[in-house]
């Protein structure tokens, strides 16, 4: 480690290097890191109606100063910090420093690309797991492997990572944000694997943007359907009331004409008695 002057100012994030020249591991990798970011946006924009919080994907958590800097930062697959500004006077954050910012991020996730050696690794100041419990100490550490589809979640407990028990759905509850942590096999961008997802508290699975669209559109086709069939039924109706009226219409008219042949009936009836009672014969008698 470089010694540092007592009189020397603290790099902040826009003096740190916010990339280390490793290549991504695999073409998952940053389709996962959307996938939990789109589907978790609009949870945090209620729990942050202020849109204090910030997520990284691949960026630097630095911690230490060291030479060369990276040395001194890990960087996660993706991660959230709650309670601060997601961006940095005016401009999109270069890192996450934590002597800058001082709170730690609420869940760390890394993706195992490996054997899950690195992920796990508890040595002293280099290992990847120490660090997050001992110096970045997030609440909660999540380890997810895609080949095993698998992940397992730590919560910082007095001090210590402690292995998170799934529920009855076989999720992990983030009981902070109101979600749960779990394995959804599925297409994604092309890709059928078991992603790494989110699911609301009741076991809703959260949704992508993609996929929001989508049950809107099929909400938008539900509802034209169901105005459809009101107008089909209304036009039902309209046409039963029309035959109803055509129908009374009919009885009207077979009431009119049967008046109208009664009439004629009666008039004939009369005029026959007149003709009778005119050549002298009695009507009653014959009648």
Known sequence: MTAIDAFTPLPDHNQLPCEDGTF???????????????????????????????????SGIYWRLTDPPQRGAEAPDWFYVGNVPPALDGQARRSYVLW?????????????????????????????FWVYETAIRPAYYAIYE???????????QKNKYHLLS??????????????????WPGVYQGMDLPWLRWWDAAGHLLLNGEERAEQERQRAEQERQR??????????????AEQEHQRAE?????AE???????????????????????????????
């Open 24 to 58: 991504v591991k695999n073409f998952q990798e940053h389709p996962q890191s959307l996938l939990l970011t789109d589907s978790i946006y609009p949870v945090l924009n209620r729990v942050h109606p202020d849109g204090q919080f910030c997520i990284g994907q691949d």
């Open 100 to 128: 800058q910012e001082i709170i730690p991020p609420q869940i760390v996730i890394e993706f195992v690309s490996g054997t899950g050696a690195e992920e796990r690794d508890r040595t002293p100041w280099t290992g990847k």
């Open 146 to 156: 895609v080949k095993k589809a698998s992940v397992e979640v730590y919560v910082l």
């Open 166 to 183: 799934a529920n009855e759905r076989g999720h992990f509850p983030i009981e902070e944000l109101g979600v749960e942590l779990g394995i």
């Open 227 to 240: 105005a459809e069939q009101e107008r089909q039924r209304a036009e039902q109706e309209r046409q039963r």
């Open 250 to 254: 009919q009885e009207c008219q077979r």
């Open 257 to 287: 004409q049967e008046r109208q042949r009664a009439e004629q009936e009666q008039t004939r009836n009369q005029k026959l008695i007149a003709k009778l009672k005119e050549l002298g014969v009695d009507p009653d008698s014959i009648l």
